[in-house]
C-alpha cells in the first residue's frame, strides 16, 4: 500500500498536510458550528488544537494505511485551502475504509465535495485495492448526501434515530461504494467508440426551459445522465434530477426517444447514445435551485433558465431535441440524429 499520495482532478490538488493548515483549519472548521453540527467532532475547536492534529496527521504519514489530503482549490496567483478529506479504520480482513471530508462553508455549491471524493474513492479502490468504502451522514445533512451520491456511493441502509449529537437525535444514513460501482453506468467504451444510454429533463417553469452548462463545452444541455444497469429510465431520470438540482420532481410524460451518432466536441471520441426525454412536472420547489453537479471529467456545472422564446438563441445539443422545445408534441416522438456514423 502506498497511503497519502497527492491526486489531482480539473481544479483540484489533494496533498498532504503542511503545519501551516492549522490556521484555516481553525478558521473555517472550529469556529463554525455548521461544520460539526451534525457530527459533534470538532478537533479544531482552539488554534492549538488544530496544530496539534496536524502535527498528528503529519506524523502518520510513516504509515502506509494512513489516508489524510488537505484539499486546495487550484486559483491564481495562489492555490485556497478548500477542505479536508481522509479515510480512516482501514479493516483488511474485511477490505472496508470509511471516509470523511469537510468543505470550508463559502465554498459550499461549487462541486468540491463530489469532486474531491471521487477522487479519493478512485485512488482507494483501484490503486490501493481497498475493495470497499463506506461513508456516512445525518439524514438532514443535504449537502453531503449529494456529494456521496454524485460521487458514486449508495445508500445501502438508514438507522432510524442511529446518531445522536448535541442532545439531538438524527436518523443516520449509510453509504457504500466499490470498485464495481462506477461500471453501474450504461457507458461501453470499444475500438470504435463510446456508446452511451442516458435519460434528458425537460423542466419548464415560469415559461423558461432550465438548462446546464459548463466552461469546457460550448453548448447547453438538459438536466440528466446515465441510466444504471438494472434501472428503468424513469427511475434515472428522477434520480439525475434529484443529484443535480436537489429537487424530487414528478414526470409528466414521455417525451422523445433519440437514436444519435456523432463526435464528441472535448474528447473526439465518436459516440453512439440512445437518449429518453421526460417532461417534468412544474413544482414551486424549482423557485431557488442550487447546482451541486460535476461533469464525468470534474467540472463544475451552472443552472441556466432560458425563456422559451430564445432557445433559438442558445446552442443546445442534442439539436434535434432543442428544434421540438417550443412547440411540444403530444405525443412521443422517435427521433434518428446522424451528424458522423
Given at each position: ?8 482532478t ?18 473555517y ?12 467532532w ?5 488554534l ?30 495562489a492555490p485556497?485551502f ?28 461549487q462541486g ?31 449537502g ?18 442511529g ?8 436518523d443516520?444514513?449509510?453509504f ?10 450504461l457507458t461501453?467504451r ?16 415560469d ?8 466552461e ?9 445522465g446515465r ?5 428503468t ?18 414526470i409528466?410524460?414521455f417525451l422523445?426517444f433519440?437514436e444519435?451518432?456523432?463526435?464528441g ?11 429518453a426525454y421526460y417532461?417534468?412536472k ?9 447546482c ?9 456545472e ?6 422559451l ?13 432543442a428544434?421540438?422545445?417550443?412547440s411540444?408534441p403530444?405525443h412521443?416522438?422517435?427521433?434518428i440524429?446522424?451528424?458522423?456514423r
Amino acid at each position: 500500500m502506498k497511503g497519502t499520495r497527492e491526486l489531482e482532478t480539473a481544479r483540484l490538488r489533494l496533498r498532504r498536510y503542511r503545519m501551516e493548515d492549522a490556521a484555516p483549519l481553525h478558521q473555517y472548521f472550529g469556529t463554525d458550528e455548521k461544520m460539526f453540527e451534525y457530527s459533534g467532532w470538532n478537533p479544531y475547536a482552539t488554534l492549538e488544537m488544530a496544530e496539534s492534529s496536524v502535527r498528528e496527521f503529519i506524523d502518520s504519514y510513516e504509515k502506509t494505511s494512513f489516508y489524510g489530503w488537505a484539499i486546495e482549490l487550484k486559483k491564481d496567483p495562489a492555490p485556497v485551502f478548500a477542505g479536508t478529506i481522509g479515510a480512516y479504520d482501514y479493516d483488511p480482513q474485511a477490505g472496508t475504509a470509511e471516509v470523511g471530508l469537510s468543505v470550508r462553508p463559502d465554498l459550499w455549491g461549487q462541486g468540491i465535495a463530489a469532486e474531491s471524493l471521487k477522487a479519493v474513492l478512485d485512488y482507494l479502490t483501484r490503486e490501493e485495492k481497498i475493495p470497499r468504502i463506506k461513508a456516512w451522514c445525518a439524514a438532514p445533512n443535504i449537502g453531503s448526501r449529494k456529494a456521496m451520491e454524485k460521487a458514486g456511493m449508495r445508500l445501502m441502509s438508514t438507522e432510524t434515530g442511529g446518531l445522536q449529537v448535541g442532545g439531538r437525535t438524527y436518523d443516520k444514513l449509510n453509504f457504500e461504494y466499490n470498485n464495481a460501482s462506477d461500471s453501474t453506468d450504461l457507458t461501453f467504451r470499444m475500438k470504435q467508440g463510446t456508446f452511451n444510454y442516458r435519460v434528458g429533463a425537460i423542466i419548464i417553469h415560469d415559461g423558461k426551459l432550465l438548462l446546464m452548462h459548463n466552461e469546457e463545452e460550448p453548448y447547453y444541455y438538459t438536466v440528466g445522465g446515465r441510466v444504471h444497469f438494472n434501472e428503468t429510465t424513469e427511475e434515472t431520470v428522477v434520480r439525475e434530477v434529484r443529484e443535480e438540482i436537489g429537487v424530487d420532481l414528478q414526470i409528466d410524460r414521455f417525451l422523445f426517444f433519440q437514436e444519435q451518432f456523432f463526435d464528441g466536441k472535448v474528447t473526439g471520441t465518436h459516440i453512439h447514445e440512445l437518449g429518453a426525454y421526460y417532461l417534468m412536472k412544474d413544482s414551486p420547489a424549482l423557485e431557488n435551485l442550487e447546482c451541486h453537479s460535476v461533469t464525468a471529467r470534474g467540472v463544475a456545472e451552472e443552472l441556466l433558465w432560458v425563456p422559451l422564446e430564445e432557445i433559438g438563441s442558445y446552442y443546445i445539443v442534442p439539436e434535434s431535441i432543442a428544434a421540438r422545445l417550443t412547440s411540444l408534441p403530444q405525443h412521443a416522438e422517435h427521433i434518428i440524429e446522424i451528424d458522423e456514423r
